[in-house]
């Protein structure tokens, strides 16, 4: 769920390699992995600190159980204060670092999409315990599930499961457990 917001008054040339280059400092700082990681830049954004139009920044970073430390918090602000003035040549004193765990209640979509592909890393795990259980029944032998009333298909090898019970039921007993802290 690691999402980085960045807001700027000056022109950032190259916008591709800045948001890979943030990705992977974010990814590195938060200890949270890339493939989860959301940048978001907005350059050229009329913005004054202090009274002043000189080149400011406004960066928001949003991560669930990343910041509860603040001895880290200020260790991470640091590091990521280096990275704005390295790219963006703005000095760390022209702008504001917010870190901000919204909670799971508050980041359901990205959470939901998370819980899926983790559902889908360990599928064939907790499909087969689900069955032992009782609470998933084979139905026949192909390369899709189909996983409760939504519908939601994914590619598993040799499986179609239908869930007897509700998909909330299933997913607290086998999936839930499962999911890494990564978001």
């Not at 819980?115 to 907790?126: F, L, T």
Request: charged share 30%; proline share 5%.
């Amino acid at each position: 769920m690691p999402s980085i917001e960045v807001k700027t008054n000056v022109k950032v040339p190259d916008k591709t390699t800045f948001l890979q280059a943030l990705s992977d400092k974010g990814a590195e700082i938060l200890n949270k992995p890339k493939e989860y990681m959301q940048i978001i830049l907005e350059d050229e954004v009329a913005m004054t600190f202090a009274g002043t139009s000189d080149p400011t920044f406004c960066v928001n970073i949003f991560s669930r159980n990343s910041f509860s430390n603040l001895s880290k918090n200020t260790e991470m602000s640091q590091e990521f204060s280096k990275f704005i003035e390295e790219k963006l040549c703005i000095p760390p004193n022209r702008g504001y670092f917010f870190l901000k765990d919204p909670g799971e209640h508050r980041c359901v979509k990205n959470i939901y999409i998370q819980k899926q592909k983790a559902m889908v890393k360990s599928s064939k795990e907790w499909l087969e315990k689900a069955v032992s259980d009782g609470h998933i029944e084979y139905d026949k032998f192909t390369d899709l599930a189909e996983i409760g009333s939504g519908g939601l298909k994914y590619d598993w090898i040799d499986y179609e499961k239908i869930i007897k019970d509700s998909t909330i039921e299933v997913y607290k007993l086998y999936i839930e457990p499962r999911i890494p802290d990564i978001i």
